[in-house]
């Protein structure tokens, strides 16, 4: 130890008389320490990937769904080869049409709109240890954590949960598990069909989602529960004893990430995954093995 070398004799192993400048050491250790202390709590650990993406409230969505609601048409770039073609037969063949063809046909070649490359949902966010108590019963509160956040959402609210307003709830869902037979860690059909009797929603099950159809959910307004393996998605703040089945909200899109909800981190509001992470890890109970799992989503939409 170096403070048994610079205290006793080498030579005798009897210790040396104390001198004035130990101490000025010791000082200078104890700050030197505490100076790395804190530059590690200002600047170290990992970056939070948060999306900067605006989001957008329940409320407001259906507010502008309403002012601005339009008859649903096909996409254009399914039906201008029909008709373009159409309209070609109508100009040889000398129709009296033709002039409104033709302008028809100047129109087309205008290129549409770009689709759509990020949304974010302002769904309200908890971890599913609302007072950072990570006990065994909170590894295992994903699912009530999830719905908790999905049932703000449609409630029209957009900041996080209050930690005791979350704790509440979380008690009487287990209660409601615990009285209908339920198990810590829910397949996929089985939360659906919870949520179905205990917050009065409609539920889909979606197996082998596209990414694609993952983003028209989420730009009709409806945010999506993702089963996952845990260890799959990576993430270096979870606990190293993080339960291996979690579920995580995906709340928005931007560009190749989704942005979540992931309850498994005081971190997870707003947490960018790239996509393939989130397809990769994507899988449902099966026993306990959920990276065997089937992939497959679950929807939960107002009745």
């Not at 008709?83 to 063949?93: D, Q, R, T, V």
């Not at 949520?195 to 730009?219: G, H, L, W």
């Not at 993080?242 to 995906?250: L, R």
């Not at 931007?254 to 995954?273: A, L, M, V």
Request: glycine share 6%.
């Amino acid at each position: 130890m170096l403070l048994n070398r610079i205290t006793t004799n080498p030579f005798d192993g009897k210790p040396k008389p104390w001198k004035p400048w130990y101490g000025y050491l010791f000082i200078l250790v104890a700050i030197v320490c505490f100076g790395l202390y804190i530059y590690q709590r200002i600047n170290g650990g990992p970056v939070v990937p948060t999306s900067a993406i605006p989001s957008k409230t329940y409320t407001q969505l259906i507010q502008k769904k309403t002012i601005a609601a339009t008859p649903s048409v096909r996409d254009p770039s399914e039906i201008l080869p029909s008709l373009n073609s159409g309209l070609s037969s109508a100009i040889n063949e000398g129709d009296e049409l033709s002039h409104i063809a033709k302008a028809a046909l100047e129109l087309l070649k205008t290129p549409p709109a770009p689709k759509k490359v990020s949304e974010n949902l302002a769904v309200p966010f908890t971890t599913q240890a609302p007072s950072a108590i990570w006990d065994d019963a909170h590894k295992t509160m994903q699912e009530e954590a999830s719905l908790l956040m999905v049932i703000h959402y449609y409630d029209g609210a957009s900041e996080s949960i209050d930690p005791l307003v979350a704790n509440a709830a979380f008690s009487v869902m287990l209660d409601a598990e615990i009285h209908t037979g339920l198990a810590e860690n829910l397949s996929v059909s089985d939360f659906g069909t919870f949520v179905e009797s205990y917050a009065s929603m409609r539920f889909t099950v979606v197996d082998d989602p596209t990414i694609d159809q993952i983003k028209t959910y989420i730009s009709a307004g409806t945010p999506v529960l993702v089963p996952v393996a845990t260890q799959k998605l990576h993430n270096e703040f979870y606990l190293t004893d993080a339960a291996p089945y979690h579920f995580v909200v995906i709340r928005g899109y931007d560009g190749e990430s989704f942005i979540t909800n992931d309850p498994g981190t005081r971190h997870g509001e707003n947490y960018s995954y790239a996509q393939s992470v989130i397809m990769d890890a994507m899988g449902d109970w099966n026993g306990g093995n959920p990276s065997t799992g089937a992939k497959r989503i679950l929807i939960l939409e107002n009745i």
